[in-house]
């Protein structure tokens, strides 16, 4: 808000957007109409703008908008392969030694302790 270069920010109406009309247009004009009341230096490198198009399930009437946005939430997806864990043994009058073991996603140290056996011959 103290960015903001519009000191008295205008009232703006939106005019209705449907199917027939020129969505490149439709957009640029609700782009200008945000930028008449939000004009800064964080708005010209982190905004951007989502089109959302609404279908009436009753009278198939399509409505569309245009509305800005300054983030967006992405899912990280999480790959369902195995987990690699690093593991070093500490031993007396012996050098650490390490390990790594794999174990699935999801398991438990009962798990792990067993690859680690496993893989040291205990």
Known sequence: EDLNRIRKAPY???PDVDEQSDMAI????????????????VMDTFYGQFKS?????????VSVSFDAFN???LEIPQPQ????????????NKPPVRWM??????S???????????????
């Open 81 to 92: 392969s195995n987990r690699f864990i690093p593991i070093i043994v500490f031993s007396n």
């Open 26 to 41: 439709a957009g640029a004009e609700a782009w200008d109409a945000h930028q008449r009341r939000n004009d800064s230096l």
């Open 53 to 61: 198009t609404c279908v009436c399930p009753n009278c198939n009437k």
């Open 101 to 106: 073991v794999e174990v699935p996603r999801g």
């Open 12 to 14: 703006v109406e939106l």
């Open 71 to 73: 983030h967006v939430s």
């Open 108 to 122: 438990f140290v009962g798990d792990m302790r067993r690859a680690l056996a496993d893989q040291c011959g205990i």
